[in-house]
């Protein structure tokens, strides 16, 4: 296939996406599979400048215009090849940060003049990140299989079951991905789990569930000794979830989707009533922390969405509360880097609820609250790409107090 015709074909794929409601690469991965004579080596090209354009919207555009380019899709390729880099050099940091501005000054509360520095590791493509399941073999078992495959990886910086690829590949046949040794889950994910701490025979709510990749995590943490109930309002994706269950040979999960009108703090009378001795509320967000995968919402975000957002989040928080034990932890995370959304949501929670307080996170926190220049007293961690390389998380720890009384939903 011509060049031409594939940056046509990328153009279009742009317009597409931009248009719709749905993420980015489930969009693209439909418009492939719906031209099978595009081949692979075509694919790839199609694929790199349709998301170049998306994560860097704003530079190529600038690109476009100074070089005369017909289509943004044809700046973007030219800034994969290096054929751009004199209009880059002299654009603005507020044009390469590549967000809106209202997003920048949101950040800069808590990074300053690192802000833009953030925004800018948000526009590289991420990496792949596998979590091995440890109860079914060490780290350094998986690294070496994958390597034998001839796949080139390396061990995850601050947690110790991740492994980063070198190289995208197809593992879904491959017996590391089939026998359940392995899941695909951001190191920054991973590190939620480590800050819940859960201890083996512990009963678990994770309460915004999804996929379920924080569960199985959890599950393989207590080597699957402990009661795990997973849930959410997205019944399909949720039970999507049962397979990596089984393939990953856990006991100790159960999946209970919320019925339709069901409050979150009222659950089937088989979980015990005194609660749950870990709440992880990985909570409904605006996804600003994982643009570098699903780069469309930094763009379509408003400050009217943030607040719908906000005010579910501070709702889940106060009625997720009371299933909290007493002496339990409630681990709070989302996977944004905006403060109102974190820091503020924390505060106003502890605000209104005196007995919860924040508490130190885990020691295994302690190289990533270094990079994040903070400490593990602080009990709350805001993982990111420029400090961590890793996709933007938060999440906070804090323990509700023993022989307390909770306000009423």
Known sequence: MTEA?????????????????????LVMSRYL??????????????????FTCLRKLMTCQ????????????????????GRADDVVAGLADDVTSNTQAWLIDSTRERWGAAASDVWHALAEPAEVVLRVNERRAPREAILAALRK?????????????????QERVFLDNRKVMTE??????????????????????DVVLDACAGAGGKALHVADLQRDRGHIIARDVDVKRLRSMLPRVHRAGLHSVIVLPIQHNERYDRLPKAIPREGFDVVLIDAPCTGMGTVRRMPMPKWTLTEDRLQRYVAKQRHLLHTLAANVKEGGVLLYA???????????AVADFLAAHPNFALER??????????????????????????HHGTDGLFMARMRRAAHSNMPSA
């Open 5 to 25: 015709s594939l940056l046509g074909h990328a153009a279009e794929a742009v317009r597409i996406i931009r248009k719709s409601p749905q993420p980015a690469d």
């Open 62 to 81: 600038a690109i476009q215009e100074a070089k005369g380019y017909d289509d943004v899709t044809s700046a973007a390729h030219a800034l994969l090849e």
């Open 334 to 344: 989302t996977c944004s880097i905006l403060p109102q959304e974190n820091e503020h």
């Open 361 to 386: 996170l885990p020691d295994a926190c302690a190289e990533a609250c270094d990079a994040a220049g903070t400490s593990l007293d602080a009990g709350m961690l805001q993982m990111d790409p420029h």
């Open 180 to 201: 359940g040794f392995v899941e695909v889950q951001d190191e920054a994910s991973q590190m939620v789990s480590i800050a819940a701490a859960p201890r083996p025979f």
């Open 33 to 50: 599979r719906e031209r099978k004579y595009i081949g692979a080596s075509d694919r790839r090209f199609i694929s790199a400048v349709v």
């Open 149 to 165: 495959d001839g796949i080139a990886c390396r061990e995850g910086r601050w947690v110790h079951s991740a492994i980063v690829l």
